[in-house]
């Protein structure tokens, strides 16, 4: 188990430093998480559009990708298959989900390689820039001793795959509504097939002492979240090439305030208000899936709608 004896060895060099680096590579953990979350959907209301589709595009459906394939091999945590591993600080409470392929180096892969590709030859030193940072996220999970090296390789190449994929299918859509609108249903019935397949296949349920080593209920969530994420999606740009033909007001002088704006309510309903109103009375997986779907509507659609409804009028 080499990957295991690496992650040892990491640990004996947290332990030598005296846990003096572990906080920071748990923030680029997070930021990864937490913060490259929410830049495609700035860029897509406030810097451009057609690139918004495609940093969205690439980081939810790689994101989908990922969840079915955690769901499917159903790998354990390396703190499971090891008791000898243990992760630092709150990874080991903040990791949700099976272990494989790594969920936080397939965003920052997602993100920061879809920056590099459109900064590459205009910004060359924030597409370098964007390629540290996909390091550094992927090297922070084994850091942590949260992943193993070929969890975050297969993160990485899930969003490298999603970043080709994707750009092809807008070049070919573009200008093309029929097209776009089959590729939109077919996208809705994936959805749907994922969904029954998550819910009703086997998974492992293995005991120590009594107690369930991963319980799948709750390892599911993460796969409600993207679903409902990645309809939203589809269904979005459906009613903006349809009905809302969002234009970014370039150059208003409001639009910085009601990106910022926009960027509140959206944050605001994801972290607080879809958990109370929706995830705690309906649980974890309709909850989410639900919860999650309102979210991904109120980007793509009310959120441009509101930025239009305040620019439209105005010089």
């Known amino acids: 188990m080499l990957d295991i004896q690496y992650l040892l060895f990491l640990q004996r060099l947290r332990e030598l430093s005296g846990g003096v680096f572990d906080e920071v590579f748990n923030d680029i953990s997070k930021i990864a998480l937490d913060v490259l979350f929410y830049l495609p959907f700035v860029i897509y209301w406030a810097i451009d559009k057609e690139w918004g589709k495609r940093f969205i595009g690439v980081m939810q459906g790689s994101e989908l990708v990922n969840s079915l394939v955690k769901l499917t091999v159903c790998a354990y945590r390396p703190w499971i298959r090891s008791d000898l591993i243990e992760p630092a600080g709150d990874s080991k409470v903040a990791a949700t ?4 392929p790594s969920g936080h180096t397939n965003r920052a892969a997602a993100v920061l390689g879809t920056t590099a590709v459109w900064q590459y030859k205009k910004r060359r030193w ?9 390091l550094l996220t992927g090297f922070s999970r084994n850091f942590l001793g949260v992943h193993t ?13 999603a970043i080709f994929v994707v750009g092809k299918i807008l070049n070919c859509v573009k200008g093309k509504d029929k097209l776009a609108d089959i590729l939109t249903f077919a996208g809705l019935v994936f959805v749907a097939a994922a969904i029954v397949y998550i819910k009703f296949k086997p998974y492992p349920m293995d005991y120590v002492d009594g107690k369930l080593l991963a319980d799948p209920e709750k390892l599911m969530n993460d796969a409600f979240k993207i679903c409902g994420s990645f309809s939203a999606l ?4 459906y009613i903006d090439r349809h009905y809302i033909h969002y234009e970014i007001p370039v150059g208003h002088k409001n639009l910085p305030v009601l990106t910022a704006v926009g960027l509140g309510i959206y944050a605001s309903w994801k972290i607080y208000l879809s958990k109370t109103l929706l995830v705690t009375p309906l649980g974890g997986h309709l909850g989410n899936f639900i919860a ?3 979210g991904g509507i109120l980007a793509m659609v009310i ?7 305040f620019t439209k009028n105005e010089e």
């Open 97 to 100: 989900g099976y272990s494989f």
């Open 292 to 294: 999650y779907f309102i």
């Open 303 to 309: 959120i441009p709608i509101f930025i239009t409804k």
């Open 234 to 237: 589809l269904l979005g740009l």
């Open 149 to 161: 090296p070929q969890d975050v390789l297969v993160g990485f190449l899930l969003s490298i795959i």
């Open 126 to 134: 924030l597409a370098i820039l964007s390629a540290i940072g996909i």
